[in-house]
């Protein structure tokens, strides 16, 4: 059966308000914009992130005021921003539940979801800060239906008396959404490179929107380079065309960062009135991810091109010849 649906469709069909949501990719690297673009047209708000390392993705929505808690480790378009500037303002004027856990912790939390386990064990976070001090208090919870009761809770090891272990809670995600080189209209997915925790967050979520680079037939898949296919059919309720659609980030093999936007949006988005103007121009302004690549232009886009060989974007003229 095929899966394969426009991009619009799949948005307002799986992505809801209140929904644990969690999106694909590294900071400035396969990050599903073309789908956060959407959202924000549409118009789906208050969401409850899980989110792992992420950049201008996440901070893009939460700029909108779409956010209403934020599980997370790391947010900034990495070589660009430190911090990315509009999560950075949300959590200094007090606007946006943010409870933080180390990396590593939050990996484990993603892939113990995908496991099916009911809290994770772990011993990584005791003795710091992570542990002590809380962003999100108990009350708070108490007030959003799909945060968990508490960060954690120390327990006893059972197999090894007097030892504490903390447990975390485990993450119930509703829309995992990621952008991929390659699907086919039965929804196998392939990853080239790095998968970061995409594979976890698609096998841990109720509902999965894969955005891809090529769609092929569910045979050329199956039967060419099948070693790069990681995430099956069978966990995928949406499979969406959309050439460019992690732009400005990178999809490795296909091409590289888009640093002059990502040099824009840093500036724009110091202020909330830029950040306004930049998704009215950007968002707002386009109809759809068409519409928004034909603003791009078609130079822009064939110059960020990977060139066989360097594995990013380079015009090999200028590269001096020994």
């Known amino acids: 059966m095929s899966k394969v649906m426009e991009l619009k469709d799949a948005i307002s069909k799986f992505v809801e308000d209140g929904d644990v949501i969690s999106l694909g990719g590294f900071t400035t690297n396969r ?7 959407e959202i924000l047209r ?11 390392p992420a950049g201008g993705d996440w901070d893009t929505l939460i700029g909108a005021g779409r956010v209403k808690a934020y599980i997370n480790c790391y947010t900034a378009n990495s070589g660009y921003t430190n911090v990315s500037r509009r999560f950075r303002a949300a959590i200094e004027q007090g606007t946006l539940l943010m409870e933080d856990y180390s990396q590593d912790v939050e990996m484990q939390r993603i892939h113990a979801a995908a496991l099916g386990l009911p809290f994770l064990p772990v011993k990584l976070m005791m003795g710091s800060d992570l542990a002590d001090k809380w962003g999100i208090s108990k009350e708070q919870r108490e007030k959003v239906e799909k945060l968990p009761n508490d960060k954690f809770v120390y327990v006893e090891n059972p197999f090894k008396k007097g030892e504490k272990v903390v447990a975390a809670p485990v993450p119930e995600i509703d829309t995992a959404i990621i952008h991929v080189q390659m699907a086919s209209p039965d929804g196998t997915t392939r990853i080239l490179g790095n998968t970061f925790h995409d594979v ?12 891809c680079e ?3 037939s569910d045979e050329y898949i199956k039967n060419h380079g099948s070693d790069d296919n990681k995430i099956p059919g ?21 091409y590289d960062y888009d640093a002059d936007f990502y040099k824009m949006y840093d500036k724009v ?6 950040f306004d103007k930049f998704l009215d121009e950007w968002v707002y302004g386009v109809k759809d991810h068409e519409e928004y690549l034909e603003k791009l232009g078609a130079n822009r886009l064939i110059n960020l091109k990977n060139t066989p060989g360097f594995g990013y974007a380079t015009d090999v003229l200028k590269k001096e010849v020994k």
């Open 214 to 216: 090529e769609l092929v």
């Open 42 to 52: 549409q118009g789906q708000k208050d969401f409850i992130v899980e989110a792992g």
């Open 269 to 274: 988005s110091k202020t909330q009135e830029d």
């Open 234 to 254: 069978f966990c995928v309720d949406a499979v969406v065309h959309c050439p460019h659609g992690s732009h400005p980030s990178q999809v490795y093999g296909y």
């Open 31 to 37: 990050k599903p914009y073309a789908a956060v673009n």
């Open 200 to 211: 976890d967050i698609a096998i841990a979520a109720r509902k999965v929107i894969v955005t």
